[in-house]
């Protein structure tokens, strides 16, 4: 069965978003992270379905979205 993925909706914290948009040329892992991001997170973005929140949401149904530096 294939999973209808047009109306999901996937959060990521605004901050996080521009971390990632940003990118560090010093880093010797920019070039790695741009091509996960082009090619993970630009085609949700472009889709709409990319949900903007703020860090320390609560999602509903006992969800929670907190900030931990370092891991994504």
């Not at 996080?16 to 993970?40: I, R």
């Not at 949900?51 to 931990?68: C, E, M, P, W």
Request: proline letters at 6%; charged letters at 20%; a negative charge.
């Amino acid at each position: 069965m294939d999973a209808d993925i047009s109306k999901c909706e996937v959060p990521i914290t605004t901050s996080e978003y521009e971390f990632w948009v940003k990118g560090n040329l010093d880093d010797p892992m920019y070039q790695m992270q741009a091509v996960s991001f082009n090619e993970s997170v630009k085609p949700v973005v472009d889709a709409g379905l990319m949900n903007f929140i703020d860090v320390n949401t609560d999602l509903g149904d006992g969800l929670s979205v907190f900030s931990t530096p370092g891991h994504t």
